[in-house]
Each structure stands twice: as structure tokens, then as C-alpha cells.
């Protein structure tokens, strides 16, 4: 329980220090994502889910919220995701991560130094009726 809050705590310092996370809405669900370098996760929080720490290398983090009676609901979902830049093109691997009531996928990456990143990752919420495709582009630098 201890590494997954540092986790989230990590992560979500992280992300403020490097772009604040984002949302995009996809009918009655919100995909919320972040774009995090290694480098910003502690050792052993990395160890402990097994993410390799490292100048060149990065997470993409994804969650989804389903709109319901006035408010969100955590929702599970299955993805299958790619990522790209002018020499390398990546398959993305996601972890589910569940603690508590949050539900959250994060897959690693390796990046070239001041290149764009491109994203795009197919994912089906539980209970969807349809596949969304999220798109989208980050520059990532060594720090």
C-alpha cells in the first residue's frame, strides 16, 4: 500500500513539475493523461513496479472517468497503444494499477532528446460500447 501512494504522490509531483496532467472527453468519459520522465520517480518507488529509471526514458500515464449522476466513476479499460518519433516506433505495454477506488495504466518509453514524442492509444472503458482513439504529441527533454 506504502509504494503505491508514494507512487501516486511521485507521479503526481512529477507530472506538476513537468506539465500539469490533462483530460480529454470521449462521449461520458474523460481519459486523463501525463507524460512523465523516469528521472522524477524515486528508486524504490520505480523498483517497486518495476519501471526502469533512466535519462532517456518515460512513462505515459492514462486513467478514465466515466460522467454518472452528477459526478465520475473510476472506470477499468483495455488499451493497445503505440508511440513514435522520426527514428523509433514503440509498442506500449501498460500496467494496471488499482488502489483504492483509482484505477490507472502506465506504460514506459524511450525518447530522443528534444524530439516529439507521438502517441496514440485505442481504449474501450468498462462498459463502452465503442473503442475511443486518443491521440496525441509531447516534447520530452533529458534532465
Given at each position: 500500500?506504502?509504494?503505491?501512494?508514494?507512487?501516486?504522490?511521485?507521479?503526481?509531483?512529477?507530472?506538476?513539475?513537468a506539465q500539469?496532467?490533462?483530460?480529454?472527453?470521449?462521449?461520458?468519459?474523460?481519459?486523463?493523461y501525463s507524460?512523465?520522465?523516469?528521472?522524477?520517480?524515486g528508486?524504490?518507488?520505480?523498483?517497486g513496479?518495476?519501471?526502469?529509471?533512466?535519462k532517456?526514458?518515460?512513462i505515459?500515464?492514462?486513467?478514465?472517468?466515466?460522467?454518472?449522476?452528477?459526478?465520475?466513476?473510476?472506470?477499468g479499460?483495455l488499451?493497445?497503444?503505440?508511440?513514435?518519433?522520426?527514428?523509433?516506433?514503440?509498442?506500449?505495454?501498460?500496467?494496471e494499477?488499482?488502489e483504492g477506488?483509482?484505477?490507472y495504466y502506465?506504460?514506459?518509453?524511450?525518447?530522443?532528446?528534444?524530439e516529439?514524442?507521438?502517441?496514440?492509444?485505442?481504449?474501450r472503458?468498462?462498459?463502452?460500447?465503442?473503442?475511443?482513439t486518443?491521440?496525441?504529441?509531447?516534447?520530452?527533454y533529458?534532465?
Amino acid at each position: 500500500m506504502i509504494p503505491r501512494l508514494l507512487f501516486c504522490v511521485a507521479l503526481c509531483l512529477a507530472a506538476a513539475g513537468a506539465q500539469a496532467q490533462q483530460s480529454q472527453r470521449f462521449g461520458p468519459f474523460e481519459l486523463h493523461y501525463s507524460v512523465v520522465n523516469t528521472t522524477f520517480l524515486g528508486p524504490e518507488v520505480a523498483a517497486g513496479y518495476g519501471i526502469t529509471r533512466g535519462k532517456k526514458r518515460a512513462i505515459l500515464n492514462l486513467s478514465v472517468r466515466e460522467h454518472v449522476d452528477g459526478g465520475t466513476a473510476p472506470r477499468g479499460m483495455l488499451l493497445k497503444g503505440r508511440t513514435w518519433d522520426l527514428i523509433q516506433n514503440q509498442d506500449l505495454v501498460f500496467q494496471e494499477v488499482r488502489e483504492g477506488a483509482a484505477i490507472y495504466y502506465i506504460a514506459e518509453f524511450t525518447f530522443i532528446n528534444e524530439e516529439w514524442r507521438f502517441f496514440e492509444v485505442h481504449f474501450r472503458p468498462e462498459g463502452a460500447q465503442q473503442t475511443y482513439t486518443f491521440e496525441h504529441k509531447h516534447q520530452l527533454y533529458i534532465n
